[in-house]
């Protein structure tokens, strides 16, 4: 199995990290920035977009956070990652979040070819 590396995070999964640790929905950073709700999505997503990506400072992501960046990247829900794992979607986001200790879902991760 090819290992993906985790150590490197793009602009676009930058930007969503620095809106969830802020508590931001879409809609609120919409009117933050002062652009339409599409233009947040093509910032998230890192379609190319008229609307350059606001500048800020590189986060250095938690284990949850990379967990999050790796669910991301597989295109994964968290229900399909509850049930990948055999608990439940909230337990995924306290994974994430740093609520509950996240090696469960780290190992998960790793066993997917992950490298943390």
Partial sequence: MET????????????VLHRRRRCRTQEMVAVEYNVPLWVVN???SGTDCPHPL???GKVKPTV???CYVA????GMTLR???RALETSH????KFEREGEDPTPLQEFWQNMGYDF
């Fill in 54 to 56: 606001p500048r800020m």
């Fill in 90 to 93: 909230v337990r995924i986001i």
């Fill in 42 to 44: 093509y910032w998230e």
């Fill in 71 to 74: 669910r991301r990247r597989e």
């Fill in 80 to 82: 399909e990652a509850a």
């Fill in 4 to 15: 993906r590396s985790l150590s490197e995070i793009t602009k676009a999964e930058n930007f």
């Fill in 64 to 66: 949850g956070e990379l």
